[in-house]
């Protein structure tokens, strides 16, 4: 039984996990070209928008963790509201 609670538990943050996470969204990455190629603006511009994209996969990256932790707490309740009235019972076998 306890088995099949895990499992139980594991399916549903598989399941909770990408409803929650698809309010993050995920920064597209700037294009990268050889620095030694470029202009001094050119590559004043690439590492503007290096730090831009690093900044936005940084709150990209903290909104999935929120995302994760808030599906754990959720499929962790659910699991305790399951286990309350079972935990009283007597498997007969």
Same mark, same amino acid.
């Given at each position: 039984?306890?088995?099949? &609670? ?5 399916? &549903? @943050? @598989? @399941?909770?996990?990408? +409803? @929650?996470? *698809?309010? !993050?969204? =995920? ?7 050889? =620095? ?9 511009? &690439?590492? +503007?928008?290096?730090?831009?994209? %690093?900044?936005? &996969?940084?709150?990209? $990256?903290? !909104? $999935?963790? =929120? ?5 754990? +707490?959720? *499929?962790?309740? %659910?699991? =305790? ?7 009283? $019972?007597?498997?007969?076998?």
């Amino acid at each position: 039984m306890r088995k099949t &609670m895990i499992a139980a538990s594991g399916s &549903m @943050l @598989l @399941l909770a996990s990408p +409803a @929650l996470a *698809a309010n !993050c969204v =995920k920064p597209t990455a700037p294009p990268v070209a050889d =620095k030694n190629s470029l202009s001094l603006e050119q590559r004043n511009a &690439m590492v +503007a928008q290096i730090d831009t994209y %690093i900044a936005a &996969m940084n709150d990209y $990256l903290a !909104c $999935l963790e =929120k995302s994760d932790d808030v599906a754990r +707490a959720e *499929a962790e309740a %659910i699991i =305790k509201a399951f286990e309350a009235p079972v935990a009283d $019972l007597e498997i007969v076998q």
